[in-house]
Structure formats: C-alpha cells, structure tokens
C-alpha cells in the first residue's frame, strides 16, 4: 500500500497513489481492491494528488466498491463536498457517521449523471415515459421524434426556470421587482445539438445583467452561445460585446471587453466573483448603450 492511516496501530484508511495527470476514471485501483479485504480498513481512497477518490463496501460486505462514493478536487470543489470532507479529520472521524452518509452521496450522484446524460441527449425509455403521461395517441416513430426535442427542451427550460426563482429570492433585497423584468434576448447561431446553454451560464447572465441595470435597460443585455464560450451583448449585436463566460473547464474565467473591443481574461472560482467585476462590465456596456 502507498500509505495507510492507522487508528490504536490498525488501519481504518488506506491509499493508492497515481501519477499527477492520471485519469482516475479510467483505471482500476487494483492495490486497493485487494489491500481491502485483508485489511480492518473501512475506506480506500485512490489520487493522483489533485483528485481523490473515496471508497467503502456499501455494495457487499469487505468487498470494495467498484465506484467510489465521494470525489473530490483540491482545484475545484463545492461546499458540500468540503464538508464531507471534513468527517475524515482527526478530531471528528466517526465510522458510522461516515458510513450514514454514503450511501445517499453514491446514489445521489449515479442519479444526478443519469439527469444530467437526459438533459442533453433524452433517451428512448425516459421520452417514452414522458410522453406516456401526457399523450395518449399511437407513438409512432414520428411522434417519438418529436418527443424527444420536447422533453430535451422542456427539461432545459424547468432548470433554467429553477434558477431564476432562485436569482429573484436573491435579487429582492438590492434590485428591482425581478417579475418587472423583461425576458432576455437569446440567439444561437450554431445548431441546438451542438450548443448547450448551461444552468451555471444563465446564472452568471442573470447575474451580468443585474449589474449592469444600472447603465443599460435588461431588455437590451443578450446571451449568445457558442461551443467555447458563452457571450454577453448589447442590443444582440456581435460587434457590441460586453464579457464571455469560458466555463467548460475545471478552471472557469470570464473575459471582459474595453471600449477598444479588446478582452481581458479573470479566472473566478465562484459566480459570486462576477460581482467584483462589476466596474469593468459598467464601463463598456455603458459605451455601447450610450456611445460613451
């Protein structure tokens, strides 16, 4: 074993460690598989030193998973995990308390990435569900078809309609009435199977243009969509651009534009970050509001 965490000389957590750069889903940790049925250890954990993989034996007993129920990214976490995280401290390890848990986050995540593979690319079964509640003709092929972009986009639109009740509850106590709000302007210009407008981006739109109510009417802010980035216009005008959202990697950025048009890029590590930007996203969509 590459190492091993002991508790009164026995071991409760053992560890296999890649490579940095290692693909960890994508290989099988055969040092832990073994090292865990020989061993008291109740939790495995596989890294490549920057993502860790936690393991138990919630499937059979003594037997390691062969998914792991927590991973965890030291460059690009979320609170919840941080927390989980916690439970493996020294001062606040408790077995069943850990073990309490872990079923639900295993499943929870299976069921958010079966979710997640339905919003994008609806399988036969789930449309078929759907529609069975709702249609009671014969589902001919045809009706099949056009199921599936109904589902894909009504599924996109209730999360989408999801975080705007989120971003109103949040809005009500420094902006406008949100419901005065007008709807923002969408234009994609590539093919819809091609481009997804993420949850994250429509909240960091969301976000952009409550900022910038202040220099520009909301109505004249508008989400473009590309495959590399997600950009922000006034009055849906490519040569009037105010930031582009670069999130479709661990470290996401936003790139802003000067009068000039030319763009400066600022890594942020939350969406929150957006609103110490929000000088920068003044001055240029004031510019191209006004003409100064």
């Not at 079964?125 to 199921?147: N, P």
């Not at 048009?261 to 929000?278: F, G, H, N």
Request: hydrophobic share 40%.
């Amino acid at each position: 074993m590459d190492y091993a965490i002991l508790r009164e000389g026995k071991p409760i957590i053992i560890m296999e460690c890649k490579k940095y750069g290692t693909d960890l889903g994508k290989i099988t940790a055969t040092q832990l598989f073994r090292y865990f049925t020989v061993t008291e250890a109740r939790f495995g954990v596989l890294t490549n030193g920057i993502n860790y993989f936690f393991y138990t034996d919630l499937d059979q007993p003594n037997m390691m998973d062969t998914k792991p129920f927590l991973e965890f990214n030291l460059l690009d976490f979320k609170d919840q995990e941080a927390e989980e995280l916690k439970k493996f401290t020294k001062a606040t390890f408790d077995i069943n308390n850990i073990l309490s848990t872990a079923t639900d986050l295993k499943y929870t995540k299976e069921i958010q990435r079966v979710l997640n593979e339905q919003l994008h690319a609806p399988s036969e079964e789930f449309v078929r569900l759907l529609a069975g509640k709702v249609y009671s003709g014969r589902m001919t092929q045809a009706i099949k078809d056009q199921f599936a972009s109904l589902t894909k986009r009504a599924f996109q639109q209730l999360v989408n309609d999801k975080i705007n009740d989120r971003l109103k509850v949040a809005m009500t106590s420094s902006g406008p009435n949100p419901e005065e709000l007008p709807e923002p302007v969408v234009a994609l210009q590539e093919p819809e199977d091609k481009i997804i407008t993420t949850p994250e981006e429509w909240e960091a739109f969301y976000i952009v243009r409550a900022i910038l109510r202040e220099v520009v009417e909301p109505k004249r802010i508008a989400i473009r969509d590309a495959q590399s980035y997600c950009a922000v216009l006034c009055d849906d005008n490519n040569r009037k651009p105010i930031c582009r959202f670069y999130f479709n990697s661990k470290n996401k950025s936003v790139g802003i534009f000067d009068i000039q048009k030319a763009e400066t890029k600022t890594s942020i590590s939350d969406l929150t970050d957006l609103y110490q930007l929000a000088d920068g996203l003044k001055v240029v969509a004031s510019f191209h509001a006004n003409g100064k």
